[in-house]
């Protein structure tokens, strides 16, 4: 404990006139860029493709459609997994623990490509975060966000502008939260994202303030920054000129931010796009379509071409693969009862 109020008597917001310049990284937090530091999945994919694009998923099977689809990665949202394991709005209601066990599921659907979990608060102080961290990491998850917002508001900010009386922690209490995550982490292969919504609960003064945060936030070991609610064109350049290190911007339809493609916003400097609910919001209006029809005439037989078939969906379950495996295992034990 006295090595983290050690961290937070440490850290200092910049002042109001120079807030677009991240502070200098306190003695206590060095560990973050130590020399031999392992890269990780989500860094190389950068290096690799200069921007990645990543799906939301909420489930396994959701997470298994992401990888067939022939995406590098995947995003687990707090929003869409409230919705989906609770049927509950994004209220904070979600436990760390509950989001933990669900990406072991997720992740272990779509082995083959990395995924980043929505940590929210990280479950409370520094040291709740640390186990949060822990058990994500322990799941398989590839990274993590790390949020701000007081639980008592909903933190979804960027959905409406009816949400902006959420209110941010301090900027200090978060950067020794992002720094307690980053000793959690060693040298994992674990990506930590460090989020902000002080533009989307601040009109006025929100998005120098959310810059200077976010600067903040990478000086305490995050690998990546992600400025929440940025109104337009121009923020998003301003954003991607003034914060340091990578760059995630969020794509939600309906949001405030315009929608824009991976290039174009790669070009305004982003190298993490992730459009957390896409995959729910479309599996809702499916759903509430084809429910709807069903309820008006009783049957399904004029609507087929809105569900996937038997043999489709079998062959997005890889059932084959599976009998074949039934069948292999089946002749080694038959084989070993006839040798015995």
């Known amino acids: 404990m006295a090595g983290i109020l050690s961290m937070n008597a440490a850290i200092r917001?910049?002042?109001?006139?120079n807030r677009r310049t991240a502070t200098r990284r306190p003695a206590s937090m060095s560990s973050a860029a130590a020399p031999g530091k392992k890269q990780t999945r989500i860094q190389r994919l950068i290096e690799e493709e200069g921007i990645v694009l990543m799906p939301g998923c909420y489930d396994a099977l959701s997470a298994a459609i992401v990888q067939k689809s022939g995406f590098s990665a995947g995003f687990i949202s707090g929003y869409a997994l409230s919705a989906s394991l609770l049927g509950k709005p994004d209220?904070?209601?979600l436990t760390p623990p509950e989001m933990a066990e669900k990406a072991r599921f997720i992740c272990a659907s779509a082995p083959n490509i990395p995924i980043i979990a929505d940590a929210d608060t990280g479950g409370g102080n520094a040291l709740n975060v640390q186990r949060t961290v822990q058990d994500l990491i322990a799941a398989g998850a590839a990274g993590c966000f790390l949020e701000v917002l007081f639980y008592e508001l909903l933190h979804c900010a960027s959905i409406s502008d009816n949400f902006y009386n959420a209110k941010v922690i301090p900027a200090e209490e978060h950067a020794v939260?992002?720094?307690?995550?980053?000793?959690?982490?060693?040298?994992?292969?674990?990506?930590?994202?460090?989020?902000?919504?002080?533009r989307a609960t601040s009109a006025k003064n929100g998005l120098s303030e959310a810059i200077a945060r976010a600067n903040l936030y990478m000086e305490a070991g995050a690998d990546a920054c992600f400025v929440e609610a940025p109104r337009d064109i121009n923020e998003l350049k301003e954003i991607g000129h003034h914060t340091?290190?990578?760059?995630?911007?969020?794509?939600?339809?309906?949001?405030?931010?315009?929608?824009?493609t991976p290039q174009e916003l790669k070009e305004m400097g982003f190298h993490l796009i992730v459009h957390p609910l896409t995959t729910l919001y479309a599996s809702a209006r499916a759903m509430i379509d084809v429910l709807k029809a069903l309820k008006e005439k009783g049957t399904t037989r004029d609507h087929l071409n809105s569900l996937a078939t038997f043999e489709e969906f079998n062959q997005l379950i890889e059932l084959e693969s599976w009998f074949e495996l039934e069948s292999r295992y089946s002749k080694i034990k038959s084989s070993a009862s006839i040798g015995h």
């Open 244 to 260: 340091k290190g990578y760059r995630v911007c969020n794509m939600l339809e309906g949001g405030v931010t315009p929608l824009h």
């Open 177 to 198: 939260k992002i720094a307690s995550a980053r000793d959690a982490i060693g040298n994992a292969d674990f990506f930590l994202v460090a989020r902000t919504d002080a």
């Open 13 to 17: 917001l910049p002042a109001a006139g």
């Open 91 to 93: 209220f904070g209601l």
